[in-house]
């Protein structure tokens, strides 16, 4: 098992360009999620998936979208990147029916936009 | 809406010793989840302990353990006998229970370096 993959591993934009992050776990988990981690903060939700077909708003959404291919690949896409955006960006995954609720983490992705 | 905080934006303990993280958190549910994350410098974050609120014994797991009060809204973690390897950020996180929807908030995170 190789868990929740998470590709690019680092990635530098220029402002107004856009990317998608690729995220995919093998876990047949249902719920899927986005986060961003920025200095002194805690991680803060972006989007996320509670199941295929499924999408939701978290706490900062706004300049993102996202995409729930199939059961396994959650994409989070920059439609046009700003330095606001620079931030180590994880995904996750979680079965809900799985004691604990324990949210899996990817390795993360690095994005630097200039 | 609930809310996690860690006082201890870092700490330093030798090796060998033990130290405590702290963590309080605001919700008004009466079920929900508690978890300690480690992020050490790789950046991976990994699951180092989970409580849940229903029970009243407090979660261990090996040299790591939690002391949780409810009532106080408080769930502390123990790091017994540290090792090097125990140097890393950690996240305290809740969950409410139930639900497909339900999200982890975080902290904002200790730095705990161990000390030779």
């Known amino acids: 098992n190789a868990g929740v993959t998470q590709t690019p591993k680092f990635q530098v934009l220029k402002t107004g360009q856009s990317m998608t992050l690729q995220c995919a776990q093998d876990?047949?988990?249902?719920?899927m999620y986005w986060y961003r981690q920025d200095p002194g903060m805690g991680l803060r939700l972006i989007y996320y998936?509670?199941?295929?077909?499924?999408?939701d708003k978290g706490e900062v959404p706004n300049g993102y979208n996202v995409s729930r291919l199939n059961k396994r690949e959650f994409s989070l896409r920059l439609e046009s990147a700003a330095p606001s955006q620079t931030s180590v960006y994880f995904c996750?995954?979680?079965?809900?029916?799985?004691?604990?609720?324990?949210?899996?983490f990817g390795p993360g992705t690095r994005l630097l936009v200039l | 809406a609930q809310t996690v905080t860690q006082s201890q934006p870092e700490m330093s303990v030798q090796e060998a010793e033990t130290v405590t993280l702290s963590c309080t958190y605001d919700?008004?549910?009466?079920?929900?989840?508690l978890f300690w994350y480690k992020q050490p410098p790789s950046r991976q974050m990994i699951l180092v302990i989970r409580?849940?609120?229903?029970?009243?014994q407090n979660a261990t797991e090996n040299r790591f353990s939690v002391n949780f009060q409810k009532a106080a809204k408080s769930f502390s973690l123990k790091i017994s006998d540290s090792q090097l390897g125990d140097t890393a950020m950690y996240f305290c996180?809740?969950?409410?229970?139930?639900?497909?929807?339900?999200?982890?908030?975080f902290g904002t995170g200790t730095l705990l370096a161990v000390q030779p």
């Open positions: 998936s509670a199941s295929e077909g499924t999408t």
């Open positions: 919700t008004s549910e009466n079920n929900y989840y």
């Open positions: 409580q849940e609120a229903y029970k009243q």
């Open positions: 876990m047949n988990h249902n719920s």
């Open positions: 996750a995954s979680r079965n809900p029916v799985e004691a604990g609720e324990t949210q899996y």
């Open positions: 996180a809740f969950m409410n229970y139930g639900g497909a929807t339900n999200k982890l908030i």
